[in-house]
Nanobody, 124 residues
Framework: QGQLTESGGGFAQAGGSLTLSCAASGIITSNPTMAWFRQAPVKGREFVAAISGRDDSTIYDDSVAGRFTISRGDAKNTMALRMNSLKIEDTAVYFC?????????????????WGQGTRVTVSS
């Protein structure tokens, strides 16, 4: 059974930076597609970024493009989300997700594995 563990959430000031990390275990594929989603209070879970298992290509939501960077970690089945120029509206619980599919998706139902979430709070 696959398991995802996030770390790195916390508090930051607007304009600051944070890095989130995710480690996957038990997913029977050498290079899973992995993604970040986030959920703010009273909002649905929304796509942030994904990295393809096929070729490590990346996709971003328009709201974070140019500010956030998703990347594979040095350790197998790990990844990170570097968040720069944080805005108050980036405040949310961030979830790591993974799928054995080699293709990235912005849809939550395309991901089989989910972490418990890590909270990010951005203040002015």
């Amino acid at each position: 059974q696959g398991q995802l563990t996030e770390s790195g959430g916390g508090f930051a000031q607007a304009g600051g930076s944070l890095t989130l990390s995710c480690a996957a275990s038990g997913i029977i594929t050498s290079n899973p597609t992995m993604a970040w989603f986030r959920q703010a209070p009273v909002k649905g879970r929304e796509f942030v970024a994904a990295i393809s298992g096929r070729d490590d290509s990346t996709i971003y939501d328009d709201s974070v493009a140019g500010r956030f960077t998703i990347s594979r970690g040095d350790a197998k089945n790990t990844m990170a989300l570097r968040m720069n120029s944080l805005k108050i509206e980036d405040t949310a619980v961030y979830f790591c997700a993974a799928t054995r599919s080699p293709y990235s998706s912005r849809r939550t139902d395309m991901y089989n594995y989910w972490g418990q979430g890590t909270r990010v709070t951005v203040s002015s």
